[in-house]
DNA sequence: ATGCCTATACTCCATATTGGAGTAACCATA
DNA sequence: TATGGTTACTCCAATATGGAGTATAGGCAT
């Protein structure tokens, strides 16, 4: 009953104020509207759902379909006024969880298999969730999206998405064609020489100075 | 004192793989192993070692400076035994945390300015993190790096980090070019005009069907 | 009419995770 | 010699997680 939001709860909250949701669709449909930028457990949904309603900034009305009941939920003016005030406040970094990356960290204690089954899955992955914004795409342009009258601010998130997804996918792919043209992943001088090169052809500067020891990175997180 | 070895724990057994380590050391240098492809709060990366060390994966050696005791990591048969192990398993989708697109997605409800701000601070991020990847990238260009006999696999991961933050960066620059060209942040014809067209250039297919009913979307989640 | 599957709408809880505070020695510099 | 920063951690209360469990309704095939 702690009333300190969270961002899972700005998430919910701000999916609400689209349009009035019972908490099953907003379970189902979150994935259009923050799943892919703030993972939430789904029953850490139907907990903020109570929590909004609990503080006045979402509230509920109850329908029937013959007898079962369910509760659609409405943002209020208060629910309006937090978020507003949200965006005043500083925004966390982007971060994000790459498991399979660890694995490629580690791929010579393992197989060739392993280390192309991972790389393969990685690009399923991104594969699926192209496949996804195709059909977000689709609903924009069929004119059928709930959020139709605000195209102008969704386009801005699938032009992220999709370019987003499409460098995961084509990094995929270049490594799998790298990874087979090797014999096995023990480190070799023909290997180490080809992945020097590779870094050396990355379009990032170096710094200006050289460095001698090494230094501090930046330090970002933040949570909440 | 659970024995069943989380992602996090993995990725500091992975660390230690690289060399042997202090617990300091590994916090102050992961972000050189995995902080940016799995974060981790600093407290859980001592606990962690404290939990390989009582596992028997990681083994400590006890150092002094003066009267500061300090204890140095190694990897050990069995931790290395249990990294083969767990390359055998699934592993789990990529996902991010970008509370940046959520401001978006509620920014016709604040300023342009705040708007504004948020995209440029997803650009400085990024930059502060290509800033980084630069030194990586001098570091082994100058033979200088801890991993510079696996360059044939850190390669890999500098290439999809500076890919990545290059997408993201130049979304940003798009969308704050974008951005400037409004007066308001009002839904207009004009603006979803041009986001219609913006989604309707995305390189990326529309499904065979036309979309009837809002399809469900790949689940994929999970973590550990 | 019966059975079965799926949709709806949650609750519960053991564990995991987080950020921050606390401790303490060491070290450079003014 | 004071003091502020760095090194090197420990501890903990509060919060978050995901998975399992509960229960009813509606639809459809037989």
Redesign the pocket.
Known sequence: M?D?L?T?SYAVLAQVAVRPW????MV?QRVRYFRYVW??????I??E??RLAAMGLIEGEK?Y???????VYSITEDGKQVLRDWLGTPVAPFSMQFEAMLRVFVAPIGTKDELVGTIKQVRADAQDMLRFAGEVKQEFLEGIAVTQDQVYIRALAVDFFINLLITVEAWAERTLAETETWDDLMPSQEKNKRGLEKIRQLPVDTPDESIKDISKPPKR????
Not at 22 to 25: G, H, N, Q, R, V
Not at 65 to 71: D, E, F, L, P, Y
Not at 221 to 224: A, E, N, V
């Open positions: 702690e300190q969270t899972t019972s908490p099953y669709e189902q993972p939430a457990a789904e029953s850490a139907y907990r759902v109570k329908e379909t013959g007898k079962r009941a369910r509760t997180q933040m949570r909440t």
